[in-house]
């Protein structure tokens, strides 16, 4: 034991921490460190304690393999160490070799008229305020989602318990009280009318005591629930576990997941859900006979344009992920406080053209393909928002009104995009044959849907399955033109609905792919600032 002369600063933090354990105080040697109280765990705190105090005198760090604190059930199971020392800072970023900067993404892009130049000036200078101020109101920060379901492809439902994967649900009172009445329903019109409809179906009295107008509304709504053009697997909101959450306060960002459990839910995403066959690797998968995705590509280039398009939308929506943890990197992690920010060496582990063999160039032209393919689908639908029974209904009117008219300008601002991405070039030819491609399409793409509910960081589970519910509803209605088109002026549109869940996932995921575009200007900034 060291002489009690010399004085032990406390650490600034220990791993384990988590909401509902007690934590206590404990004094080694005129030092105070903050650790968990677990059952079982009392002695080993004590012993272990004393260990850190002696290595922290002697520079030394206990082997972690040997000397790893137990943490709480349902924790993260890597834990960290801190040996009584101020973690280290972030690494900074370092150029690569010679001081090149890498080059922008530029150019036309693949199975498309349009480029990347023409997109990067209409969303950052056009799109993207106006969307971000959508965003922040009452209607779309309010998501509701069932974050417990178990994951129904594999038995390890094991959960991070990092404190920044935790999601923070909304309290009953916080949520406005026009959302909390009709949050299924995608206006106070339809809610009225739905609200017979479902009383008449609950009475089996789909009969003619009902009127022409209440029979058709009644089996509409059920082939709705029930539909076959359902790209998501759709949580039940009258669920118990299902909870309202409200995403400023939920922001999507680096939380600490990866390793094999987040390697696992991308790799069945790419390995069992993109048309892929097994033989063929995909780049940087292996460092083993990696042949820099010449095979892959070749591949690629080989299969029909709905099955590339389906990988291409994947890849994007992955890139655009990764975009927003290294823009919203955790910096720094004391007690006192945490700083979230642009992490250049993260993005340019991701993307940068040397260090990934060429393939970060091909992933960010993946996202600008992601964002062509929902920004038709908002031009699309613009007349299923026209109606005049269709508000944006919080109970707050004046604010409705005014975000509705909001909503009407960012999609008329879509409609006016030059160069839109033609989707008449899916499932054409044989009806047969692109009917059988179209039902493959569907259903791979609601299988990653139900692989989101495997995701162990709840805050990753939440955006995931938010911006794969709002491709979903993209591809919904890019494959719904012809009833989008017959939809009555007025009224209810009852060849075509769309549930307020659709309505706010829709959104905010064009809102993420457009925040990624965004990204990418900044870091572009950063990266010329730093030649």
Same mark, same amino acid.
């Given at each position: 034991?060291?002489?009690?002369s010399?004085?032990? #600063?406390? =650490? ?16 080694? /040697? ?51 160490h ?15 070799p ?17 480029d ?25 920060r ?7 379901? =178990? ?10 318990g ?61 082939? /709705? ?23 400023l ?22 390995e ?6 097994? #033989? ?7 460092d083993?006979g ?10 690629? $280039? ?91 209904y ?9 975000? $509705? #008219? ?8 879509? $409609? ?5 991405f033609?989707? #008449? ?20 793409? $609601? ?24 491709l ?60």
């Amino acid at each position: 034991m060291p002489p009690k002369s010399r004085k032990v #600063n406390p =650490p600034t933090s220990v791993t384990g921490e988590k909401p509902g354990v007690t934590l206590s105080w404990y004094r080694v /040697h005129g030092g105070s460190l903050r650790l968990p109280r677990t059952p079982r765990t009392g002695t080993l705190q004590l012993i272990y304690l004393h260990y850190i105090h002696t290595h922290h005198n002697s520079g030394k760090c206990p082997p972690s393999s040997r000397y790893s604190l137990p943490v709480a059930r349902g924790s993260c199971r890597r834990s960290r160490h801190c040996c009584g020392r101020e973690p280290r800072p972030r690494a900074a970023f370092r150029p690569p070799p010679g001081g090149a900067v890498p080059a922008r993404v530029t150019g036309h892009l693949d199975d498309c008229t349009c480029d990347v130049e023409t997109i990067d000036a209409f969303n950052n200078y056009k799109v993207f305020p106006r969307l971000n101020e959508l965003l922040e109101s009452d209607y779309f920060r309010y998501y509701k989602v069932n974050l417990k379901k =178990p994951c129904p492809f594999w038995n390890d439902n094991s959960h991070c318990g990092i404190r920044d994967c935790a999601v923070k649900p909304c309290l009953s009172d916080e949520v406005p009280g026009g959302i909390r009445s009709g949050s299924y329903k995608y206006s106070e019109e339809a809610s009225n009318l739905a609200e017979e409809c479902e009383e008449a179906e609950r009475l089996g009295a789909v009969d003619g005591s009902l009127s022409e107008e209440t029979q058709r509304a009644v089996l509409q709504w059920t082939r /709705h629930d029930d539909s076959s053009d359902s790209f998501c697997e759709a949580d039940d909101i009258l669920s118990p576990d299902a909870e309202y959450v409200d995403l400023l306060l939920n922001p999507e960002r680096y939380t600490g997941y990866k390793g094999p459990d987040a390697w696992k839910i991308w790799n069945s995403i790419y390995e069992e859900n993109c048309f892929k066959p097994q #033989n063929v690797k995909r780049p940087l998968e292996s460092d083993k006979g990696d042949d820099g995705g010449h095979a892959f590509y070749k591949w690629l $280039k080989g299969v029909c344009v709905e099955k590339r398009a389906f990988y291409r939308l994947i890849s994007g929506l992955h890139a655009s992920i990764n975009i927003h943890l290294s823009a919203r990197y955790l910096l720094q992690d004391t007690w006192s406080e945490k700083k979230w920010g642009p992490n250049v060496t993260e993005f340019q582990r991701r993307f940068d053209e040397v260090i990934t063999r060429g393939e970060g160039p091909r992933r960010l032209k993946n996202l600008y393909f992601l964002y062509l393919i929902e920004l038709r689908a908002l031009s699309k639908v613009l007349p299923f928002f026209e109606r005049p029974g269709f508000q944006l209904y919080t109970g707050n009117k004046s604010r409705d009104a005014e975000m $509705k #008219n909001l909503l009407l300008e960012i999609l008329h601002l879509a $409609k006016s995009f030059p160069l839109h991405f033609d989707e #008449n070039s899916f499932f054409a030819g044989n009806k047969k044959e692109a009917a059988k491609l179209k039902e493959e399409f569907r259903l791979h793409f $609601k299988n990653i849907s139900r692989i989101m509910d495997c995701v162990g960081c709840f805050k990753c589970r939440l955006w995931g399955k938010l911006q794969t519910q709002g491709l979903g509803t993209a591809l919904k209605i890019l494959f719904s033109e012809n009833l989008i088109e017959k939809m009555p002026g007025s009224g209810s549109s009852y060849g075509f609905q769309m549930t307020r869940q659709e309505i706010v996932a829709l959104f905010n995921a064009f809102g993420r792919i457009s925040t990624s575009v965004r990204e990418l200007e900044n870091f572009r900034n950063i990266l010329q600032n730093m030649r």
